[in-house]
């Protein structure tokens, strides 16, 4: 831990961890929309299910998971903390505790394989603290939560052990991951199903219960959580093919090694440099491992194949050697329902990362005699720190990021008002062709900021009806008197093209402000 507080003391600059940096005061990033939506959330009276909310999407309302809030962070801050104190960020603290947990988690893990060395213990935690794909995922708060796939890897390795499946440990992982990320819970999921396999062949009763328990607390669980779901129409997400892993990928992207044109737009997605320093560690555990016949893959069989699928599947269907394309795989059509939502494949590399990690530190441990060890664990460690100098540097350049204002606030409140309470905005999400990033997202957390409520707001898998009809039926059922209309220009244009949408537009008044007309209808 001490290792990881280093890191986050030497690398986090002033006021990160508070929510107060430069770096989170973006109104066109990604964490815009999280803190929008956590304000939005925190701000609601609790109500079940309990990660209902209907700030966004208003009036039927939408669920905290979909808004990539970590539901299960936000829920209990929600429950501890007063009301009082909104708006506010939390997601510092929450990448800070990220890092952390990745230190926890190989300790973990090292005390499961009995491994007994001061150094391989600080070089795993360096390695992971430091991990590639990790330090490249800044941004997407929830999906820096890696400390969930290490702690599922350690409770996979703890039930093979003791020969007895670790039923409260996988019942609080699948639970947590499930409210931290949709990603992650698969990654886990898999995991735990491998090691329910390897406990097969002595499966009694008793086993087959503790088995089951995790899958039945986690049903109850998402009940209490989201069920009932709002009613609309579920979206399918494009990018699956786009957002892959190039074959290079885990052997580009260090300070030693380059290679050119080692990726196509969108495999920043797949992103997963090992390290010179991993792959040479790797390299070795490979020529001991044919040396014992394989006799390592046969016994975790189940984890291997789990393994090789989340490989093949970080490829995707449309497989690249740097900018060539080597191979087209047509997936059969029941993999659409997959391959729709969980379109970011080269993600799923992540578990094969970690495994290749401490697998190549076990067997380094394993093989090297005592005076041998130290002196390689501290040649693979300097090794893969000076080869990650340039990903550590892109981090700290990415924490440190300036930001400008967009929307000009004084002009807004002028609009606004103090007796509005409803903003209704269009384009819907998914409705038109504006930029989401610089329209979209800031109204988002504008509305968050002063506790209102918007018909729409940047809400995953939810399509909701685009035509005009739908538009005017639900201006004509708004409150008049307590609400305004946000036009995008680049989308409705002038004043005089977004009155004729509006009931009574003769008495309408709009404004140009920013990037939208804003209306407002007097009876």
């Known amino acids: 831990m ?50 209902a909310f209907d700030t966004f999407n208003y009036p039927v309302g939408t669920r905290a998971t979909f808004v990539d809030i970590i539901p299960i962070y936000s829920l209990l801050l929600k429950l501890v903390l007063p009301s009082g104190m909104a ?96 990603y992650l819970f698969v990654m886990a999921l898999m995991i735990y199903l491998c090691s329910a396999l390897s406990s097969l062949d002595k499966l009694t009763r008793h086993s087959a219960l503790r088995i089951i328990i995790p899958f039945v607390v986690l049903i109850l669980v998402m009940a209490a959580a989201l069920l009932p779901m709002p009613v609309g129409q579920v979206s399918p997400e494009w990018g699956f093919g786009y957002y892959s892993m190039n074959l290079l990928a885990p052997i580009t992207g260090g300070s030693y090694v380059t290679i050119p044109d080692a990726m196509m737009p969108g495999q920043y997605e797949g992103f997963n440099y090992l390290g010179l320093g991993v792959i040479a560690s790797f390299v070795y555990a490979l020529i001991q491992l044919r040396r014992e016949g394989w006799a390592t893959v046969r016994r975790h069989r189940y984890l291997a194949i789990v393994l090789a699928l989340f490989a093949c599947y970080a490829l995707s269907d449309s497989i690249y050697l740097g900018t060539r394309q080597i191979a087209v795989l047509n997936y059969p059509d029941f993999m659409k329902v997959l391959t729709s939502q969980f379109r970011a494949s080269g993600r799923f590399f ?32 300097v090794v893969q720190v000076s080869d990650l100098k340039m990903q550590r540097s892109n ?31 269009y384009p819907k999400f998914r409705c038109g062709k504006a930029d989401t990033l610089t329209t979209l997202i800031p109204m988002m957390n504008y509305v968050s900021l002063h506790n209102l409520k918007m018909n729409t707001g940047y809400i995953a898998r939810h399509q909701p009806p685009c035509d005009e009809n739908s538009l005017k039926s639900e201006i004509a059922g708004a409150d008049i008197d307590h609400s305004v209309f946000v036009f995008v220009k680049s989308e409705f244009g002038d004043a005089a093209h977004v009155k004729r949408l509006l009931p009574e537009a003769e008495s309408a008044q709009c404004a140009d402000v920013d990037f939208a007309m804003v209306c407002h209808v007097k009876r």
């Open 350 to 381: 992540w578990p094969v990362g970690y495994i290749i990690v401490i697998f190549s530190l076990l067997t380094l441990y394993r093989t090297l005699p005592r005076k041998v060890l130290i002196p390689v664990m501290l040649a693979l460690l």
């Open 2 to 51: 001490a290792i990881a507080a280093i890191f986050v003391y030497r690398y986090f600059p002033e006021g990160f961890i508070a929510g107060t940096s430069s770096y989170w005061m973006s109104e066109t990033e990604d964490v815009t929309q999280y803190i929008a939506g956590f304000n939005a959330y925190f701000h609601s009276p609790l109500s079940f299910p309990l990660l």
């Open 87 to 182: 708006p506010f960020n939390p997601f510092g603290y929450w990448v800070a505790l990220a890092f952390i947990l990745q230190s926890v988690g190989g300790w973990w893990i090292l005390r499961e394989l009995n491994v007994r060395s001061w150094s391989t213990l600080v070089c795993c935690t360096v390695l992971l603290v430091c991990f590639p794909a990790l330090m490249a995922r800044l941004g997407h708060i929830s999906l820096m939560s890696h400390w969930i796939l290490l702690m599922s890897i350690a409770l996979y390795i703890r039930s093979n052990r003791l020969r007895q499946f670790a039923t409260l440990g996988w019942t609080l992982i699948l639970v947590v991951s499930i409210n931290v990320h949709a």
């Open 395 to 425: 981090f700290k350049a990415g924490l440190n990021r300036p930001y400008t204002p967009l929307m000009t606030q004084s002009a807004w409140d002028a609009q606004i008002g103090k007796d509005v309470r409803n903003v209704y905005y």
